[in-house]
């Protein structure tokens, strides 16, 4: 009897053993496909081409794959689902140029299935060479001080563009480059009883193109304030002379590209009031929008020019991609009020991304 029971002992706790083992097995594959690295579309981004998205990594051992393609809009925003585009392999067609592209991965096994999507491609190309359709154009006072924005125009093809600004006579002609890149140029004190122009360079896969822009107003020097004509050598009121009802108003904008997230990008904020006159020892507050993309600047408070200098730098959130811009919230105050009253103001800007 007593060999019996040792027998029958042995054999339940082996039993037990073997059940604890099928338990522990049943519970290690009960378990959902999980993206450990999203998947990525290659090709040429380009009307007629073709793209393919790999599966990207997975944990949780997948057995099969579907896919689904999306279009987007510039940004990589605003996405729609491509009717009937399951394959692996999309080629794009008319209604993308000008769009990003997005692919779906779903994975699945026997416990369940998880989607995960690429990053949006770049904005895809038409198949021609660009060509302008409306010339470029400039926005702003040509006064010394102020600042010049420049719009592409518009073009065929979905180009990038680079911009460089021309220094012309008064009749807009004999133009010479100034040096200065980007979407916005800082009009100087050399620039008086001259023209500006914008040349646009707008480049796709299949080649490049260039518009130039008609010349601006004459370059003059400022009209306004303290006596002090063109804004320079300490001609600005101070703040504390500016009081309701006249308020600050951020007059002028000026910066470089973001190029690299090394060299830092210097903003000059003017700061006039209601009265035209230029002001002294305003708060100037500058951050990006969304928060983050650069590093943060205290408030920096307008020299004896009106002038606030801000530096910054592009962080590892900021994707510096051709053609972009970050945007900026300016603020402009009296110091001791408040923040959301008194005689603040407040503006948004864009600082052009040129890698």
């Given amino acids: 009897m007593k060999l019996g029971l040792r027998r029958t002992r042995g054999t339940l706790a082996l039993l037990v053993v073997s059940l604890t083992a099928l338990v522990v097995a049943a519970t290690a594959f009960a378990v959902a496909p999980r993206s450990t690295s999203p998947p990525t579309v290659e090709g040429t981004y380009r009307q007629g081409s073709i793209l393919t998205t790999s599966n990207g990594l997975w944990a949780n051992d997948p057995t099969s794959f579907t896919y689904r393609w999306q279009r987007c809009d510039s940004n990589g925003a605003n996405c729609a689902v491509i009717a009937g ?39 895809i190309a038409d198949n021609t060479t660009p060509q302008n359709t409306q010339e470029p154009t400039i926005s702003g006072d040509a006064v010394v001080g102020e600042s010049l924005n420049a719009d592409p125009g518009t073009w065929t093809g979905a180009p990038n563009f680079q911009y460089s600004w021309l220094q012309c006579d008064a009749a807009g002609s004999g133009c010479t480059d100034t040096g200065t890149r980007g979407r916005t140029y800082g009009v100087r004190s050399a620039d008086q009883g ?13 080649g490049t193109s260039t518009a130039i822009s008609n010349p601006s107003a004459v370059v003059r020097t400022s009209g306004g304030g303290g006596g002090g004509g063109g804004g320079g050598g300490g001609s600005a009121v101070s703040v504390s002379n500016v009081s309701l009802p006249d308020r600050l108003v951020i007059s002028g904008f000026s910066s470089e590209p973001f190029r690299n997230r090394t060299d830092p990008v210097t903003l000059r904020i003017r700061v006039s ?5 230029l002001v002294q020892g305003a708060l100037v507050l500058a951050s990006a929008v969304p928060f983050g993309r650069v590093t943060t600047a205290p408030e920096t408070t307008t020299d004896s020019n009106g002038i606030a200098t801000v530096s910054v730098r592009a962080t590892s959130r900021l994707e510096l991609r051709a053609g972009f811009a970050v945007q900026f919230f300016l603020r402009a105050r009296k110091p001791g009020d408040n923040v959301l009253a008194g005689v603040s103001s407040r503006r948004l800007v864009q600082v052009p991304i040129a890698p």
């Fill in 85 to 123: 585009e399951t394959a692996r392999r999309y080629r794009l067609v008319n209604a993308d140029v000008g769009r990003t592209i997005v692919s779906l991965v779903t994975a699945r096994n026997a416990d369940g299935n998880d989607t995960a999507n690429s990053r949006p491609t770049p904005v």
């Fill in 273 to 277: 009031d209601t009265r035209g006159r």
């Fill in 194 to 206: 001259k023209t500006l122009r914008v040349q646009v360079r707008a480049t796709n896969p299949r």
